[in-house]
């Protein structure tokens, strides 16, 4: 089946610093999501990217959805210990009317004040 | 608006032994789907729910797993006999349509430990 790879598995930053993450898949997606989980919750979306190419900001996040449609980065500026959680990738791909959701091992972010 | 809303939040139970969960989707939301999340990894889809018909439920291990939504709304997933293997957090999520970005929100989810 379809597998994500997502680096790196855990961070441990200082607050105020800059982070980055990214996800590379052997298949093609034509959708990339980003998701942040806390724990005890479930995955919540923080950006979504359509187009190949894209570059699209949330506040401090930014993503990119690569040009080949097989990778993605999310970038988090200016860190704050409410950044802490864990930030998974998740390609969508569709076949016919339905539609599936592949989701990365996820980044462990650890944001010491 | 309310959330999805799941229950229980936690069971434990003994291998061999089964165990339901329950999800209530967000009103009005056609599509709903089960995920098992097993520690260090991202959610995994096992079903997939179009009103109160299955769309997708090919990774759903059928020799154990069940999962029904009647009247197309609540829906429960049951493990019979549950295995170790088995222990994982078990999220529910729902959106309008069923295409995730445009509204796919995820249930706290249910922590099932197997001993």
């Known amino acids: 089946g379809q597998q994500l790879n997502q680096s790196p598995q855990s961070m441990f930053i200082q607050e105020g610093e800059d982070v980055s993450m990214n996800c590379t898949s052997s298949?093609?997606?034509?959708?990339w999501l980003w998701y942040k989980q806390d724990p005890g919750e479930g995955p919540v979306l923080l950006i979504a990217?359509?187009?190949?190419?894209e570059l699209t900001s949330n506040g401090r996040l930014t993503a990119q959805f690569g040009i080949t449609r097989k990778d993605s980065f999310l970038n988090i500026s200016a860190s704050i210990p409410s950044d802490v959680g864990i930030y998974f990738c998740a390609g969508l791909s569709s076949g016919g009317s339905n539609y599936k959701l592949t989701f990365g091992k996820g980044t462990l972010l650890t944001v010491n004040p | 608006e309310a959330g999805v809303a799941q229950s229980p939040r936690y069971k434990i139970i003994e291998k061999r032994q089964s165990v339901a969960f329950w999800c209530n989707p967000i009103s009005g939301h056609a599509t709903l789907y089960w995920y098992q999340q097993i520690l260090g990894q991202g959610p995994k889809l096992l079903i997939q729910f179009q009103n109160n018909g299955v769309v997708d439920d090919s990774q759903l291990p059928k020799d154990r797993f069940s999962a029904e939504r009647l009247k197309g709304v609540d829906s429960t997933l049951k493990i019979q006999p549950a295995k170790l293997e088995d222990s994982a957090v078990y999220l529910c999520a729902s959106s309008l349509e069923p295409v995730p970005p445009t509204g796919y929100t995820f249930g706290s989810g249910t922590r099932l430990t197997v001993v």
């Open positions: 298949s093609i997606f034509n959708t």
């Open positions: 990217l359509y187009k190949a190419g």
